[in-house]
């Protein structure tokens, strides 16, 4: 398989296709003259984020649970698993679903992948790295999960679908990638997703109190969704097996991003303070010196220019309907 350009068409699964990242993800792969076929059940997504590719003869959408087997004809070129509840309200809401989704359903796309001979993309998260103990968060750092903690059916969903892809790759010689994914932003998020940019847009642009929890000291960093995808782009082209993290190393405290976030609104919101969530990450931050050097990857989009576009995008999500 090729993405260099002797190769035009490639043929591309995506599950998770009608999320936040998915929907970006299948974007980006069609502008690249490739065909896409996108895989969701709308359990935590919306059919709203594929509207737009309705019409887009090289897309076509299958509505199914990835955890379930699925038989496509023709030729698969690469598999992109994304398939996930990936914020804290969903995945608390759905933990079986999500455990499933990372063992049954990574393990029915790789699969998929050896049956067409196709490269595999497993998008993971920094998640893996639990409360982190080293920072910034480096690819060789094993973590600091709590295993049976509530957030553990996310963290632990995704470190065992990374095992498990690298077993393929080990076993089948599987061509494989994984991306750990940082704190990313941008349209298409869900108002009520829960995660802290969706929360503290749609609470500034109401003008109703801006919830952070616990003192705000614990910090975050914030890539926008046009540069996390072209890091996967890159990364499903490289022969990297190991992860790689994605995600923009810029820091701040999550009080000063509610700050910065009520400057750019001109909200008249105040602050208040609820208790922090258990086993919430006090530090975040990704070590970037790998999609650096194997990708040439960095982020190129600020936070004033990322933050604009999602603020007129939730400005138009609360406009009423005329």
Known sequence: MSFAGDT???????SGAAG??????????LAEGHTVVGLDNFLTSS???LGHLASQPRFRFIRHDVTQPLALDGPIDAVVHMASPASPRDYLRHPIETLDVGSAGTRQMLEMARAHNASFLLTSTSETYGDP????QVETYWGNVNPVGPRSCYDESKRFAEALTMAFHRTCNLRTNIARIFNTYGPRMKLNDGRVVPAFLDQALR??????????SQTRCFCYVSDLVDGLYRLMQSAERYPVNLGNPHEMTILEFAEHIRRQTRSKSHIIHEPLPQDDPKQRKPDIGKARRIL??????????GLRQTIEYFRALQAPAS
Do not use: K, Y
């Open 47 to 49: 059919e709203r984020n």
């Open 133 to 136: 103990l080293v920072h910034p």
């Open 8 to 14: 035009v068409d490639l043929r591309v699964i995506v």
């Open 296 to 305: 040439g990857w960095e982020p190129r989009v600020s936070l004033e220019d």
């Open 20 to 29: 936040f990242i998915g929907s970006h993800m299948c974007d980006r792969l």
């Open 207 to 216: 003008g109703e109190p801006m919830t952070v929890f616990g003192d705000g």
